[in-house]
């Protein structure tokens, strides 16, 4: 099976240009995902799809729960990141606190965010589940702010949940 990367500029100024863009990225990420089930491989290239097809990112990538304690970053696209980070401590551990996406309009208004790129002004964390438990956050930063709102988490969320069959 061949794969690339659709060519389509996406717009994010509404509802309906988003909703078809994560519609798109679905079935990128099906077909990206087809047939393989190796963890690293999967969540590397779930996170250049979604960080060279979504407009206005400067950072997407993964961090993983090796210990009940601590995120640790796993591949991602963007400048260096933090490695590790404790749990309920900034977007990122408190997503693993609460089981559920943070939106971040203004990540200078997040008590306790970490800023690992000083350029980042928003944020959205999805947890990533694998045998009904927390196992690790995707998290995406834009330069913009209020640059995700909650057709975004819902888009994203979807996306994770196609991963997460390959880990199942």
């Known amino acids: ?23 798109d990225l679905r079935s990128q990420l099906t077909g990206l995902l087809h047939g393989e089930t190796d963890w690293i491989a999967n969540t590397a290239n779930f996170s250049s799809l979604v960080f060279n097809t979504m407009p206005d990112l400067n950072w997407a990538g993964f961090y993983f729960l090796p210990t009940p304690d601590e995120l640790v970053l796993g591949p991602f696209q963007g400048k260096p990141a933090c490695i590790r980070i404790k749990r309920g401590r900034g977007v990122c551990g408190s997503t693993v606190e609460k089981g559920e996406s943070i939106v971040v309009a203004d990540v200078h208004a997040f008590p306790g965010h970490i800023a690992c790129d000083a350029a980042s002004r928003s944020e959205l964390v999805v947890p990533v589940f694998v045998g009904g438990q927390v196992a690790g956050v995707f998290d995406l930063d834009s330069p913009l702010p209020n640059r995700f709102d909650d057709v975004d988490a819902r888009g994203i969320e979807s996306l994770v949940k196609i991963l997460e069959q390959t880990r199942a």
């Not at 099976?1 to 519609?23: G, N, P, V």
């Open 1 to 23: 099976m061949t794969f690339s990367l659709s060519d389509t500029a996406y717009r994010t100024d509404s509802r309906e240009a988003k909703e078809t863009m994560y519609a």
